[in-house]
């Protein structure tokens, strides 16, 4: 489908935002979103259900990541509006597809951001050795608050705080990967055999291994908060591929140091039991290292990778709130602009409140894997979208979608069935709600 079409916004009939982002900001925007919940979270996750061979699917994931994110960068860099794949979807293919893509977004990444909202509130409380159970939700609760707040103060603002978050984060991750060289050169290749080998009888090592290339890449996919804050970033086509281009080359170096030295040091067994008991396995393995207060500085890390992470998806999903809203897939109230600030004041606040919910009701469970599947869905269409790119609006060779969308329809049916399963049915309940949604649109 093209920009003539009568599916296309026009966006002289919206407000839209000011582009305060440039190739700096935009880059650590999406180190904010990636090296988040991700690396303190999901390597140990990971790690339980393919071993040793986990570092492995790092690399694979940051593969199909790369393809991804070209595929985002040119999508982006040719349709510079807010809402990512969700404008992508109605501008290059079909409406029920873009719809889809926006949904997927939507459910994923709000329980996303719950569960960084309470992984921010847990370190806290262990550092001061406070009861969970009494003060996780509150905590969490103000969390959501403050950045919620935050973010409707701007996008410059917001791009500026972000910037200390993500600095705190990086030094601790890189503290991380020095404190551990000792342990790991002590080590050699000990923890490494056998590479490729079943961690329970219910899981043999190939299936454990694939779903560990779709758990780790939902550690890359915060590249895409880019794309969709690329009506606020200067000069797009230039900004945009850059930035989701560095933002990927720095987290698959990390990710790679972190999860190498990690398994080498400590084990792929001690980290998935380091991932089972607490929500950053980072803190559990640094305590076997020899560095004085290594474990404090990686939890310090983890406190602002959360804050990092919750203040990007409400920065992310304002934005693909305010794109359905301009399109009436919700009310259009979501596509209100403040004229103080720039800032989707409605569409911030509804996905505050959204978040608050998820909070009240505790930590959503199995979130990784459901997250696994709806956004390899989300970059599936992602890359089907950039397949349709013509000749003089492709930045990067066809052959870069078509490996990006067979890896990721391959990778989300490699999740748990029950949870691939829950997200088909998501789909099916978001378009009928689309349907509807549009004919109520036309009637009134």
Known sequence: MTSSSPESVPRGSHPTLQREVGVFGATMMGLGSIVGTGVFVSIGIAAGVAGPAVILAIAVAAFVATCNGLSSAQLAANHPVSGGTYEYGYRWLHPALGFTAGWMFLCAKTASAATAALGFAGYILNVFGLKQSDWQVPLALAAVLVLTLLVLSGIRRSSNSNVGVVSVTLLSLVFFVLAGLPSALRAGTDHLTPFFAPVSETLSAGAGFLQACALMFVAY???????????????????????????????????????????????????????????????????????????????????????GVLLNLILGLSRVVLAMGRRRDLPSIFAAVGSTTATPVAAVLVVGAAIAGLVLIGNVKTTWSFSAFSVLIYYAITNLAALQLNASERLFPRVIPALGLGACLFLAFWVERTIWMVGLGLIGGGLVWHVLARRFSRSA
Do not use: C, K, N, W
Not at 264 to 272: K, S
Not at 279 to 295: Q, Y
């Open 221 to 307: 996919t915060g590249y895409g908060r880019i794309a969709t804050l690329a009506e606020e970033v200067h000069d797009p086509r230039r900004t945009i591929p850059r930035a989701i281009i560095v933002t990927l080359l720095v987290s698959m170096v990390l990710y790679m140091a972190v999860g190498l030295v990690g398994i080498v040091a400590v084990g792929a067994e001690a980290f998935a039991a380091a991932g089972a008991q607490a929500a950053a396995p980072l803190e559990v393995v640094a305590r076997e290292f020899e560095i004085p207060g290594a474990p404090q500085v990686v939890a310090a890390g983890a406190v602002t990778a959360m804050l």
